[in-house]
């Protein structure tokens, strides 16, 4: 899912620049209280962050805190209207489940550059390649 806020967050910024440099505070009300594996610290509350930071810190660190943030940011419309675009529906809950298939679309739109401008497109791609979650050959090998 959050490929999905990722392309989001990149699509309004598509029609505004700026919204990029936007910054957001961390308040402990945003804190969800869950486990994380960050490479890197944890958002710090009282804190602000611009939104591009947040992006950076959902995609490479897998930040769900940050991906709260950006999914606050970005407003429930322009989640559901990417959701809408890809044809894929919108998550309701934590237990929601997307196919391979479905999953592929937005990896698709990214590597053809379908969707969002070339240069959003391989700035998220950037992003994900360089993440720092290491413990995928532990969770292959268990499933």
């Known amino acids: 899912m959050k490929i999905a806020t990722g392309i989001s967050v990149m699509k309004r910024a598509e029609s505004n620049p700026n919204f990029l440099k936007q910054r957001i ?53 322009t989640l559901r209207k990417t959701y809408n675009d890809f044809g894929i529906t919108m998550p309701r809950d934590a237990n929601y489940q997307i196919t391979i298939h479905q999953y592929v679309r937005f990896f698709k739109a990214l590597f053809f550059a379908t969707y969002l401008s070339q240069e959003n497109s391989e700035l998220l791609m950037n992003l994900l390649s360089q993440s720092g979650y290491r413990d995928w050959e532990t969770d292959r090998k268990s499933t």
């Open 25 to 77: 505070t961390f308040t402990e009300a945003d804190n969800l209280h869950v486990a994380q594996t960050l490479t890197d610290e944890t958002l710090q509350a009282g804190k602000s962050y611009t939104i591009n930071e947040l992006l950076e810190r959902m995609l490479r660190h897998s930040d769900n805190h940050a991906t709260f943030l950006l999914n606050k940011a970005c407003g429930i419309e």
